[in-house]
């Protein structure tokens, strides 16, 4: 980024290499009702 700054801006939105999303995926045999209790519980711990 350093050495490319001024052409990478022109290339990237806002010249960034990420944007400030996320992307989640997962590989597994859990029900989207289980992933959602899980994520329940580490929101109260």
């Known amino acids: ?4 700054k001024e052409e ?3 290339k ?3 010249g ?4 400030p999303s996320y ?3 997962t590989v597994s045999e ?3 009702e ?3 209790k899980y994520i329940q519980k ?3 711990e």
């Not at 980024?1 to 490319?4: A, G, L, Q, R």
């Not at 960034?16 to 944007?19: F, Q, R, S, V, Y």
Request: charged share 30%; glycine share 4%.
């Open 30 to 32: 859990n029900t989207e």
């Open 1 to 4: 980024m350093k050495e490319y």
């Open 34 to 36: 289980q992933i959602r």
């Open 8 to 10: 990478l801006r022109k």
């Open 12 to 14: 990237l939105w806002g």
């Open 42 to 44: 580490q929101k109260r």
């Open 23 to 25: 992307f989640v995926a």
């Open 16 to 19: 960034h290499l990420w944007n």
